[in-house]
Nanobody, 122 residues
Framework: QVQLVESGGGLVQTGGSLRLSCASS????????MGWFRQGSGKEREFVAT????????YYASSVKGRFTISRDNAKNTLYLQMNSLEPEDTAAYYC???????????????WGQGTQVTVSS
């Protein structure tokens, strides 16, 4: 069982930055691929970024590529999402997830956090 807790969300102006964290309570964090998804109000959950267990492979949604960076620290059992040049369209609840492969679909993941809200003001 893996428990995930996100933090770092908040209110930021357009062009600003935030860093999200996702802490895992399980001792097997390093064996999981990890992903970030987001869900805006009235929208479906969408893929943001994913990273392999070693950190050697990453994939991004085209809407965030070049602005967001996913990373992980297996020694700290923590996943990160550095978000730069934020836009109002990035406003959403952000969720981290753990799975067996670094996939782009929510069905690739077995464990989910409760989410953290990011609001970008124009």
């Amino acid at each position: 069982q893996v428990q995930l807790v996100e933090s770092g969300g908040g209110l930021v102006q357009t062009g600003g930055s935030l860093r999200l964290s996702c802490a895992s309570s399980g001792r097997t964090f390093s064996s999981y691929a990890m992903g970030w998804f987001r869900q805006g109000s009235g929208k479906e959950r969408e893929f943001v970024a994913t990273i392999s267990w070693s950190g050697g492979t990453t994939y991004y949604a085209s809407s965030v590529k070049g602005r967001f960076t996913i990373s992980r620290d297996n020694a700290k059992n923590t996943l990160y999402l550095q978000m730069n040049s934020l836009e109002p369209e990035d406003t959403a609840a952000y969720y981290c997830a753990a799975g067996s492969v670094p996939g782009r679909h929510s069905t690739d993941y077995n464990y989910w956090g409760q989410g953290t809200q990011v609001t970008v003001s124009s």
